[in-house]
């Protein structure tokens, strides 16, 4: 018989030490974004699944539980992914004609684990910029990413970039290729070489030199040198060569940032149109942050504004960094004196954790290292070390 006390596969709870680190980085991380001038919104947890899943890719909508709304009948979606609904918000809702930036933190459901040890319950946080298509909107989301890591004890994050836009533009330039860019794209994901050697030898339609190119992007991976390497084996489509100048002027940008580029990089939900980048870091066995520009998911909301932003799970983040410490704590026994009473408040009153031992009982906690006590010494309340 199954017990009552078990999860389902991929979801967990999380117990007091973990939480405690968990809401520690919520409030530093979005007071920091705060200091950039973000304003946090909060969408809900369910939306119709036509609004959540407009715009985006159809890698979004396979991560998507959905339901039916017992109210309407309709078919509703449990958020995967917040960036379409904050979206949805800056479009729709807002509907400013300037830069606007927002940023949020909230609970998404995987419908499967994106990876072997990957959670399907995600606690996401992230910043978005809307309304300015220059890079320099990327350079601010790029070193605010970077900060969060940083303010989060992260030590020597890399930063691995990529351009969606030039693997597009390659099929782009050949229908033959572009009729099975689905499987091209996948296959790129996993950069699976012999794979797309086989496919371009059962498929009919597609240039040879586009199969050239398609098979250069795997290898196509490595410090800043790799853009030369680019224009110099891949096709010299405008496309190429703009996500080329795109990726070359982010890099000019960043001061001493470990930098890689990986042209074969097609993860992610398929929305974006621009820069994409990942943040690795030892310790972590897959990306901690995720981001890129995605200027057409505004557009299925009737307004099309650039965009450009990032996200991360806390619960991963906070997994990969050391213990966090216990915190100090004042002992107290338990009773109805005012005296103690008043002095109770006015020590929590000051930031102190004070833990009343109920009668009958020891501290028992993880969370809290007793190193103090209140004992009545004379007629009065006071503090003596531990």
Same mark, same amino acid.
């Given at each position: 018989?199954?017990?009552?006390?078990?999860?389902?596969?991929?979801? *967990?709870?999380?117990?007091?030490?973990? *939480?405690? #680190?968990?809401?520690?980085?919520?409030?530093?991380?979005?007071?920091?974004?705060?200091?950039?001038?973000?304003?946090? @919104?909060?969408?809900?947890?369910?939306?119709?699944?036509?609004?959540? &899943?407009?715009?985006?890719?159809?890698?979004?909508?396979? =991560? %998507? /539980?959905?339901?039916?709304?017992?109210? =309407?009948?309709?078919?509703?979606? @449990?958020?995967?992914?917040?960036?379409?609904?904050?979206?949805?918000?800056?479009?729709? +809702?807002?509907?400013?004609?300037?830069?606007?930036?927002?940023?949020? /933190?909230?609970? @998404? &459901?995987?419908?499967?684990?994106?990876?072997?040890?990957?959670?399907?319950?995600?606690?996401?946080?992230?910043?978005?910029?809307? $309304?300015?298509?220059?890079?320099?909107?990327?350079?601010?989301?790029?070193?605010?990413? +970077?900060?969060?890591? #940083?303010?989060?004890?992260?030590?020597?994050?890399?930063?691995?970039? /990529?351009?969606?836009?030039?693997?597009?533009?390659?099929?782009?330039?050949?229908?033959?290729?572009?009729?099975?860019?689905?499987?091209?794209?996948?296959?790129?994901?996993?950069?699976?070489?012999?794979?797309?050697?086989?496919?371009?030898?059962?498929?009919?339609? @597609?240039?040879?030199?586009?199969?050239?190119?398609?098979?250069?992007?795997?290898?196509?991976?490595?410090?800043?040198?790799?853009?030369? #390497?680019? #224009?110099?084996?891949?096709?010299?489509?405008?496309?190429?060569?703009?996500?080329?100048? *795109?990726?070359?002027?982010?890099?000019?940008?960043?001061? $001493?940032? =470990?930098?890689?580029?990986?042209?074969?990089?097609?993860?992610?939900?398929?929305?974006? =149109?621009?820069?994409?980048?990942?943040?690795?870091?030892?310790?972590?066995?897959?990306? +901690?942050?995720?981001?890129?520009?995605?200027?057409?998911?505004?557009?299925?909301?009737?307004?099309?504004?650039?965009?450009? $932003?990032?996200?991360?799970?806390?619960?991963?983040?906070?997994? $990969?960094?050391?213990? *966090?410490?216990?915190?100090?704590?004042?002992?107290?026994?338990?009773?109805?004196?005012?005296?103690?009473?008043?002095?109770?408040?006015?020590?929590?009153?000051?930031?102190?954790?004070?833990?009343?031992?109920?009668?009958?009982?020891?501290?028992?906690?993880?969370?809290?290292?007793?190193?103090?006590?209140?004992?009545?010494?004379?007629?009065?309340?006071?503090?003596? %070390?531990?």
């Amino acid at each position: 018989m199954i017990g009552n006390w078990l999860l389902p596969e991929g979801l *967990a709870d999380t117990l007091p030490a973990e *939480a405690r #680190r968990i809401e520690e980085l919520r409030r530093k991380l979005l007071d920091l974004y705060r200091t950039y001038g973000f304003e946090m @919104v909060a969408p809900p947890l369910v939306e119709y699944i036509d609004s959540l &899943l407009s715009g985006t890719g159809g890698d979004l909508n396979l =991560s %998507t /539980c959905k339901l039916v709304d017992q109210l =309407s009948g309709r078919t509703l979606g @449990v958020r995967a992914d917040m960036t379409t609904q904050v979206t949805r918000i800056d479009a729709h +809702l807002l509907n400013r004609a300037g830069v606007t930036r927002l940023c949020y /933190c909230g609970t @998404v &459901l995987h419908a499967r684990p994106a990876g072997l040890l990957s959670s399907r319950e995600l606690l996401q946080i992230g910043a978005e910029i809307y $309304g300015h298509a220059g890079f320099e909107a990327d350079i601010e989301v790029l070193q605010l990413a +970077l900060e969060s890591t #940083r303010l989060a004890g992260v030590r020597e994050p890399r930063l691995d970039l /990529c351009h969606p836009g030039l693997v597009r533009a390659i099929l782009d330039a050949d229908a033959g290729a572009a009729a099975h860019a689905e499987t091209i794209y996948a296959i790129l994901r996993d950069k699976d070489v012999p794979a797309l050697v086989e496919l371009s030898g059962r498929v009919e339609g @597609v240039r040879a030199e586009t199969w050239q190119a398609l098979r250069k992007l795997p290898d196509l991976y490595g410090g800043a040198d790799v853009l030369a #390497r680019a #224009r110099q084996e891949l096709p010299l489509l405008p496309g190429v060569a703009a996500a080329l100048d *795109a990726l070359g002027q982010l890099i000019a940008a960043l001061d $001493g940032v =470990s930098v890689g580029v990986d042209l074969a990089d097609v993860g992610g939900y398929g929305y974006h =149109s621009g820069v994409t980048f990942s943040i690795y870091a030892e310790g972590w066995h897959d990306a +901690l942050v995720r981001g890129g520009r995605y200027d057409d998911v505004s557009r299925a909301f009737g307004r099309a504004r650039p965009a450009t $932003g990032f996200s991360l799970d806390l619960r991963k983040l906070a997994a $990969g960094l050391p213990p *966090a410490a216990p915190s100090r704590a004042i002992r107290a026994p338990w009773g109805q004196d005012p005296a103690l009473v008043q002095a109770l408040r006015s020590l929590r009153a000051a930031g102190e954790v004070v833990v009343q031992n109920l009668p009958g009982h020891e501290h028992d906690q993880d969370e809290f290292v007793c190193d103090r006590e209140l004992a009545l010494k004379d007629g009065a309340w006071t503090l003596r %070390t531990l």
